[in-house]
């Protein structure tokens, strides 16, 4: 396939750009392979896949700093990736083994690594914001020069708790970045049909809280809206609202057949706005790579995530006596 032309001049270097590339392949490749587990039934229950969105995860993660936190939605596999988190436990969680992150007994809304400093995809709709405020609130009272992302959809947008959470952000300069991951539709309803107040980051004006309205399709300018947000919050001086404009290529999960909109809609989409297409472009008009370069970094990653299912698939299942395990602390915590 001929190369995209494409003018724009990336503010980041050659390898760096060959990173989020990298990054955004390796969700790609790895939801299609869980799109194809899922299909053989060796996923269970629901599966919300990102296609389309890994811009808005990759470009925000390399605005981060070691120690930050991220909280997010039920929306999470890329979300993991994108932190460090292992291909081969994650895809072993989805499937329920015991080689995955939460020994196979949590799938994706119960998935979580304090190594990797993240608190999980959680399947009640907004329940993780005023989480991602509490995590925020630990990091001021620590004094430490942590920021929290705390991630939620255009439909989570419209809870009630997500306005307490912004209140009791800004009343406490807590070092959060609430980020609206908008694709668009939330479970199958469009931002049209859904809300009379289309501009979600606006809202938080009512609040004191700044924010902005984000190309999610583009990871250079989610990585600088990043940035700029995360320099606010470690300035002391409170939240940060990052409304990303993105969307999801799938249903919202793998049971959902999409009818609310046409396959055109999603094919332009496709077309003219991929955001691992808009790197492709950039690295090869501006002579960054070739296609060879390309090619053997695709390679490379559908061999990490064939890897990964192979592992998911040779990995039992939880004994037993793992129903009892995992639900009490083991000692009581020690008074300071």
């Not at 890994?54 to 991220?70: I, N, T």
């Not at 939605?73 to 992150?101: I, K």
């Not at 908008?182 to 924010?211: C, D, F, H, L």
């Not at 690295?283 to 370069?293: C, N, P, S």
């Amino acid at each position: 396939m001929a190369p995209r032309k494409s003018t724009k001049k990336p503010n980041v270097s050659a390898e760096e750009l060959k990173a989020y590339y990298r990054d955004m392949l390796l969700i790609r490749r790895f939801e299609e392979k869980a799109g194809q587990l899922y299909g053989m039934g060796l996923i269970g229950g629901f599966c919300h896949l990102y296609i389309g969105q890994e811009a808005v995860v990759v470009g925000l993660e390399a605005a981060a700093e070691e120690g930050d936190k991220r909280v997010t939605s039920y929306r999470d596999h890329g979300h993991m990736l994108a932190c460090g988190m292992d291909p081969n436990g994650v895809m072993a969680e989805l499937t329920g083994r015991e080689g995955g992150y939460s020994k196979g007994k949590g799938g994706s809304m119960h998935m979580f690594s304090k190594e990797k400093h993240f608190y999980g995809g959680h399947g009640i709709v907004a329940a993780q914001v005023p989480l991602g405020a509490g995590l925020a609130f630990a990091d001021k009272y620590k004094d430490n020069g942590r920021v929290t992302f705390a991630y939620f959809g255009d439909g989570a947008a419209n809870q009630g708790q997500v306005y307490e959470a912004y209140n009791m952000a800004e009343l406490w300069s807590l070092p959060v970045v609430f980020v609206i991951e908008n694709n668009q539709y939330a479970m199958g309803t469009s931002t049209k049909r859904s809300t009379m107040s289309p501009s979600y980051w606006e809202r938080g004006v009512a609040y004191g809280i700044p924010g902005e309205e984000v190309d999610g399709m583009d990871v250079l300018a989610v990585k600088e809206a990043g940035q700029k947000a995360v320099a606010h919050c470690r300035a002391g001086k409170g939240p940060y609202i990052l409304e990303i404009k993105t969307y999801r290529y799938r249903g919202h999960s793998m049971s959902d057949p999409a009818k609310y909109r046409t396959r055109e809609e999603v094919q332009k989409m496709r077309d003219e706005r991929d955001p691992i297409e808009q790197v492709r472009a950039l690295l090869l008009t501006g002579e960054h790579a070739t296609e060879e370069d390309l090619k053997a970094i695709d390679k490379d990653i559908k061999n990490i995530v064939n890897e990964s299912a192979e592992f998911a698939k040779a990995s039992p299942e939880p004994a037993l006596d793992e129903l009892w395990t995992d639900i009490y602390a083991t000692e009581a915590p020690q008074e300071a």
